[in-house]
């Protein structure tokens, strides 16, 4: 006997009765982001590795042990996305989008990193990005944080994340405040890991978001880069702030909260939450003009954030209360040959006069009480009841399940009244 195949460690399935919490945030994102003017960008799921090289850089844990990377039947090196950002500013710049255009994009779907995994922390995740173009004010880095407040309010737990901000400066800045990083560092060279001391020279800044407890002392007595920032770069952190504070949205600033790329510029912020243990980063975002350059573009403007789904639900299974709408609104319990004919048609008729309705039918035959026990474990608010006699007059019984009503026999037209008020009064 062949042996079942198993899911890749690290993928896993979604099943039925997890699809409607996912359902539930997705259609409240949806929702929060056409409210901010945001349009929906699909992207490929493969792409070019060099995308990522130039774009996350060759020294970084991420393309060098992370990636899924496979040369194709060409010859190509192609890679599943572990990212969003890089392919959905590469589709900008290919289709021309970037050229005196300013755009509020987003998109949604699965990522692929091979790390070890544990809760939180998938090799295939899906994630939202939010990405925005072209503008170089202080006001669209508030919206993105804004937005997010909102969704958080939307979804219920805006009292289980907060906030983080910092400014990385202009990338001069940052070289300079890098190469005092590096001299401090490099004193205390015999505390670091082995991790920090590779990033030492590659990624300085990255080692000031090391969660070594060993190191803890050493990170916080290194220099800040907010001391190293000029007067343009701190106006700019400042309007946010004020913006923020303005709205009443709290915040703190966390001058160890980086992004080791060099194509980040002033804003970075993480909302953060203390529910899911170690996973504390629910979202991450920040400006990156520089990467826009970087893949071959002109000059030009950038801020986004990306959110791992998989975490946000984690945070909405701690909630009891969520509205998580039922698979079926009525179940159409058939016995009889004749039943069974009759049922098909008018349970196409209800559909066509009840658009919202979710209808299912018994297909599988059985007894009245079998399929009435169907329809109680489906949750359906209504059993449709037809029998032979009922398809013979042309009427059919509707049950409420969920109310002490009688049980109705009426004629088919009258049901679909009957059942269009029912529907409005549930919900």
């Known amino acids: 006997m062949a042996t079942n195949i198993q899911a890749i460690r690290g993928m896993h399935d ?26 929906e960008i699909r992207l490929p799921i493969v792409e070019k590795t060099e995308l990522f090289k130039r774009s996350i850089g060759e020294v970084t844990d991420i393309v060098e042990k992370e990636m899924y990377t496979f040369e194709d039947r060409n010859g190509d090196s192609l890679t599943l996305r572990p990212e969003g950002t890089a392919g959905c500013l590469r ?5 021309g989008l970037l050229h005196h255009q300013t755009h509020r994009l987003w998109y ?6 091979h790390e070890r995994p544990q809760k939180g922390r998938y090799r295939q995740f899906i994630q939202l990005g939010v990405e925005t173009y072209g503008m ?17 309010k939307r979804l219920g737990i805006r009292d289980k994340v907060s906030l983080q901000l910092n400014s990385l400066g202009t990338i001069a800045e940052r070289i300079a405040y890098r190469e005092v990083l590096v001299a401090y560092f490099q004193r205390h060279k015999d505390i670091l890991d082995e991790d920090s001391q590779r990033r030492l020279h590659t990624n300085p ?34 309007a946010i702030a004020t913006t923020l504070e303005d709205l ?33 980063t629910v979202c991450a975002g920040g400006r990156y003009d520089g990467l826009i350059e970087q893949l071959g ?15 946000l639900l984690a945070l909405l299974e701690l909630r009891n209360d969520i509205p998580v709408a039922k698979p079926v609104d009525a179940y159409m319990v058939r016995v009889g040959e004749k039943a069974e004919r009759e049922g098909l048609r008018f349970a196409e008729t209800i559909r066509n006069e009840i658009p919202g309705l979710k209808l299912q039918i018994s297909a599988e035959g059985g007894s009245f009480k079998s399929q009435f026990k169907k329809a109680d474990k489906m949750g359906a608010e209504f059993a449709i009841i037809l029998g032979d006699d009922e398809a013979e007059q042309g009427e059919v019984s509707i049950k409420c399940l969920r109310k002490g009503l009688e049980q109705q026999t009426m004629p088919q037209n009258q049901a679909i009244s009957f059942l269009q008020q029912q529907l409005q009064e549930c919900q």
């Open 14 to 39: 979604v099943l039925p009765e997890q699809t409607p919490l996912w359902q539930y945030a997705e259609g409240i994102i949806k929702e929060v982001l056409a409210s901010y003017g945001y349009s």
């Open 91 to 95: 589709a900008c710049l290919e289709h």
């Open 108 to 113: 949604y779907g699965p990522m692929y990193r």
């Open 136 to 152: 170089s004010g202080p006001d669209i880095d508030a919206e993105l944080i804004l937005l997010m407040h909102r969704l958080w």
């Open 205 to 238: 800044l990255r080692i000031l978001d090391s969660k070594n407890p060993e190191m803890k002392d050493v990170i916080a007595n290194a220099p800040e880069l907010m001391a190293y920032l000029g007067a343009d770069s701190l106006a700019h952190f400042k």
């Open 248 to 280: 009443g949205v709290a915040y703190e600033i966390n001058t160890r909260l980086v992004r080791g790329l060099d194509y980040y510029s002033l804003t970075v912020f993480e909302w953060v939450t203390d529910e899911l243990g170690s996973q504390g």
């Open 297 to 311: 573009g002109k000059p030009n403007h950038a801020v986004g954030f990306a959110m791992g789904m998989e975490r």
